[in-house]
């Protein structure tokens, strides 16, 4: 990639510098939070998981921070929102497949989430919405990558 004066990168060229993101997020039980997103399919990387914090492998080069609130208040001089009546941000994770979409949605359920809202199918993506036990809001989500820029207009 030769990102000259004269080219501007595409979104493509800048997504292919690959950068490692960690979103932190409070939670107010740590083990029942590991177990939650354990019931998830999500694995933990030890060596950045202690009483304090656990951290969630997503990607590659994507992590969830799950902090003890204690903790999390200690990054920051600002109020942390309460999930129950604000809404910090939406979360979003892809599935390999529809029914892969619904059996992670399932287990959500299974393991103490609540739905967020019903099941939206727009052709080229499906998606389910939950919040998790500390009422933080996630998407789980199948796209065709190829449809979908063929249907974006």
Do not use: Q
Request: net charge negative; aromatic share 14%.
């Amino acid at each position: 990639m030769n990102f000259g004066a004269s080219i501007r990168p595409t979104p493509m060229d800048l997504a292919r510098r690959s950068r490692e993101l960690y979103v932190n997020l409070p939670v107010a039980n740590l083990a029942r939070s590991k177990a939650f997103f354990a019931a998830l399919g999500f694995d933990f990387e030890p060596r950045f998981t202690n009483d304090d914090a656990a951290c969630m492998i997503v990607g590659e080069t994507s992590f969830v921070m799950l902090l003890r609130r204690p903790f999390f208040e200690g990054f920051s001089d600002k109020k942390i929102c309460d999930g129950s009546s604000t809404l910090e941000a939406l979360f979003a994770f892809d599935a390999p497949s529809r029914a892969e979409v619904d059996a992670t949605f399932a287990a959500a359920l299974a393991a103490g989430a609540r739905e967020a809202r019903p099941a939206k199918d727009h052709g080229f993506m499906y998606e389910r919405s939950f919040y998790d036990l500390d009422d933080h809001l996630w998407e789980v989500l199948w796209m065709d990558v190829e449809a979908a820029g063929s249907s974006a207009t």
